[in-house]
């Protein structure tokens, strides 16, 4: 179930790759939920005996982080806002 998610996430996330600014809740929405599942999953991790090489590198904690942070380095908000009123200030 929890890949049909993600693939379905995937999915609308390549199609909005055309105008970014138009799926900003979109891209808000699989920030957050992906940000509060490996949150969840680094809990779970830490707190049952035997699951710490979860959280090791290499492990899927750590890979889950992945999506919300690259996500959010890469926000249209940021990238395409801000340049704009950057060019607009310089002319």
Do not use: E, W
């Not at 693939?7 to 509060?36: E, K, Y």
């Not at 979860?54 to 904690?61: L, R, Y």
């Amino acid at each position: 179930m929890l890949v049909a998610v993600y693939v379905t996430m995937g999915l609308f996330l390549i199609g909005s790759a055309r105008n970014p600014l138009r799926a900003v809740p979109l891209i808000d929405f699989v920030i957050i939920s992906g940000a509060i599942h490996a949150t969840a999953m680094l809990f779970d991790a830490l707190t049952m005996p035997g699951h710490m090489a979860h959280t090791m590198i290499g492990g899927d904690v750590i890979g889950t982080y992945l999506a919300p942070v690259t996500l959010a380095l890469t926000h249209p908000r940021k990238l395409y806002l801000f340049g704009r009123q950057k060019a607009a200030s310089l002319s």
